[in-house]
Every structure is written in structure tokens, then in C-alpha cells.
Nanobody, 118 residues
Framework: QVQLVESGGGLVQTGGSLRLSCTASHRTYRAMGWFRQAPGKEREFVAAVNWSNTTTYYADFVKDRFTISRDNAKNTVYLEMNSLEPEDTARYYC?????????????WGQGTQVTVSS
């Protein structure tokens, strides 16, 4: 099972940007992506990318504001987040799984906090 470590979270103002990173413990051919969970809410899917970086999936609420990509030479997946809104405040979790849409996740990171102030 691959170990995942996230970084890049923080506090940003509305309209700002952040880039999250997730590094895997070793090379993986799994799809990788991001989920998020706000206080009192269920964890929800954000974005995913397949191993070859040719197929991506996004949640509707992303609305072309987020971009997911991966660098297999670094075992890292990124989530570029622009035009952030207070509703994006959540703990963001990296995930890996066999299916590109990550409907079944077999590895989770510990998460990184993103807080968007109004």
C-alpha cells in the first residue's frame, strides 16, 4: 500500500490561490486525486488523474477553478486551486485507487487544511 503525504495548505483570502502537493512513498500506477471534508460535512470528491496524466475528473463545484496534474518522476500529484471561496474551506485529503474516478480508494493521506477567509 502506498503512503501519501500532503503539503501546501494554509490560510488565503477570497479570490486567492493555493497549490497542494501529495507525494507517494514510491512509484505508483494507481490513479491519484483529492477529496475534501469540511466540519460537519461528509468527505467529498474534488479531482482525480490517471497514472499517465491523460485523463482527469473534477467535481462540478470546481467550475474550472482547480487543475490536477501529476509528476511521476517525483511520485507527486498537484492540485492548483484558483479563485478560492470561503466554501472551499476544508481539510483536503490525497487519495489513490485503481479507478481513475477514485470511486474506490485504497490509500489516504493525513490531509492538509485549507482555510479561505472572506
Amino acid at each position: 500500500q502506498v503512503q501519501l503525504v500532503e503539503s501546501g495548505g494554509g490560510l488565503v483570502q477570497t479570490g486567492g490561490s493555493l497549490r497542494l502537493s501529495c507525494t507517494a512513498s514510491h512509484r505508483t500506477y494507481r490513479a491519484m486525486g483529492w477529496f475534501r471534508q469540511a466540519p460537519g460535512k461528509e468527505r467529498e470528491f474534488v479531482a482525480a488523474v490517471n497514472w499517465s496524466n491523460t485523463t482527469t475528473y473534477y467535481a462540478d463545484f470546481v467550475k474550472d477553478r482547480f487543475t490536477i496534474s501529476r509528476d511521476n518522476a517525483k511520485n507527486t500529484v498537484y492540485l492548483e486551486m484558483n479563485s478560492l471561496e470561503p466554501e472551499d474551506t476544508a481539510r483536503y485529503y490525497c487519495a489513490a485507487g485503481a479507478n481513475t474516478d477514485l470511486r474506490a480508494v485504497d490509500s489516504w493521506g493525513q490531509g492538509t487544511q485549507v482555510t479561505v477567509s472572506s
